[in-house]
């Protein structure tokens, strides 16, 4: 009864069309009522606590220091890098988009900011050069999906939080499978772009490469700090935040000089602006949280899946396929806040990895939001490329079943995850 409760009023609420933290807050008190443990001030601190967390404190550093890279030129040299090195391949705007993809995730870690950037930049490049509309802004949200997975990452920030996993193991995690993911799509825009009769852009000279190379020179370092860091245990992944942020701050303002004061105000706005939306769906799934402790749900989903324990692959198997269903009705952040407090007592009973886990956990709700209806990337792509929500659905169909598999083959061959992460270490 307790279960139903708590998923009935949660769905009721959501169905209301109430917005997602709100919803969270109703659930924890349909809980509270019942179990006739009803009290405001313990609502009120939950959701303060909730809140109250140094490692969250990354969330508002990436976050600015996304916005800064984007509107200070730092993504714009990135891609240009990224044309310098593919550009001239058959298809090669479609690479120049995925290294681009995976060199931007190691800078920002929001899949929203990288979708938003490189559509702005490469979906009228890739349209003029006669490559299908559709297509390219379906291959432009799946490379959204990568930037969650590549450290620094906003997602597992948030589930190392709610789930007490190192947040600097998840980093270094992530880094293969993020690989992985854009090997995938490199292979699926290659079988879709190969019979197209258009003419690449002319092969860039070494110098150009070298020029272009020097040029993101700056942005490319910003990576390399954060994992020498992490891996040297220079800084924390909070402190790791504040460093990309500073950094961005100072090579967008002097090095680039492209960052001016008014455009400095709006990036600290827009920031902001996102955090808040962020840190309320913390505050308000720790209310959740704390009552499905108290609730002992977990308990009761272990004994539900007693019989998939000893088979930890299987078990795998059907979280991954509840997390895509949950995908499909939910953003990233409430997804992880809701799922991470029920599921990781059954992942640890199965004495499957919480690391191996979490990297997979990210993955899938990662391409969750490229998952129609409610994708937050392919509105985002629709919007600033300004298709309909029905072209960007069809094009990016193909690139996100390949990284459904993709995840899969992670699920049947924990080693593609573990053994790189293991080395990184």
């Given amino acids: 009864m307790t279960i139903f409760i708590f998923i009935g009023s949660l769905l009721a609420a959501m169905a209301l069309g109430v917005p997602i933290a709100f919803s969270l807050l109703i659930c924890g008190v349909a809980l509270m009522w019942h179990m006739n443990i009803f009290d405001a001030q313990i609502l009120a601190l939950n959701v303060i606590e909730g809140a109250n967390s140094f490692p969250l404190l990354a969330v508002p550093f990436f976050m600015l220091a996304g916005e800064v890279m984007n509107t200070g030129g730092l993504s714009r040299r990135i891609v240009d890098f990224a044309m310098a090195l593919v550009g001239h391949i058959r298809g090669g705007l479609g690479y120049v988009t995925i290294v681009a993809a995976c060199l931007l995730s190691a800078l920002s870690g929001s899949a929203v900011a990288d979708a938003a950037a490189l559509t702005a930049l490469m979906l009228p490049m890739m349209v003029k050069a006669g490559h299908d509309k559709a297509r390219s802004g379906g291959l432009i949200a799946a490379c959204g999906v990568i930037g969650p997975v590549i450290p620094p990452s906003i997602g597992f920030v948030i589930f190392g939080v709610a789930a007490n996993v190192s947040i600097s193991k998840l980093f270094l995690a992530g880094i293969f499978p993020g690989i992985l993911l854009g090997a995938g799509l490199w292979i699926t825009w290659w079988y879709l772009t190969r019979k197209e009769d258009l003419a690449p852009p002319p092969r860039k000279t070494l110098a150009e490469v070298m020029a272009a190379m020097r040029s993101a020179g700056w942005a490319l370092m910003l990576p390399l700090i954060i994992l020498v860091g992490l891996r040297m245990g220079v800084f924390t992944p909070t402190e790791a935040a504040v460093v990309a942020a500073v ?179």
């Avoid at 991470?340 to 690391?355: F, Y």
């Avoid at 996100?400 to 899969?408: D, G, P």
């Fill in 247 to 425: 950094y961005a701050l100072f090579v967008a303002g002097v090095v680039y000089r492209e960052l001016n004061w008014k455009q400095l105000y709006e990036v600290f706005e827009r920031a902001a602006m996102t955090t808040a939306l962020v840190m309320f769906l913390v505050a308000a799934a720790m209310v959740s949280a704390w009552l499905i402790a108290v609730a002992n749900l977990p308990a009761q989903l272990v004994e539900m899946l007693q019989p998939l324990i000893n088979q930890p692959t299987l078990l795998m198997f059907v979280i991954m396929i509840l997390c895509m269903v949950v995908g499909t009705a939910m953003d990233m952040t409430p997804t992880i806040l809701i799922l991470t407090p029920v599921l990781m007592p059954i992942v640890k009973a199965a004495g499957i990895d919480p690391v191996y886990f979490g990297v997979l956990f990210i993955i899938n709700n990662s391409i969750g939001l490229v998952t129609p209806p409610v994708g937050t990337v392919l509105n985002v792509v629709a919007g600033v490329g300004r298709m309909r929500m029905d072209d960007v659905t069809r094009g990016v169909l193909p690139f996100m079943t390949v990284q459904f598999v993709v995840m899969f083959l992670m699920v049947m061959f924990p080693a593609l995850v573990m053994v790189p992460a293991r080395m990184m270490y």
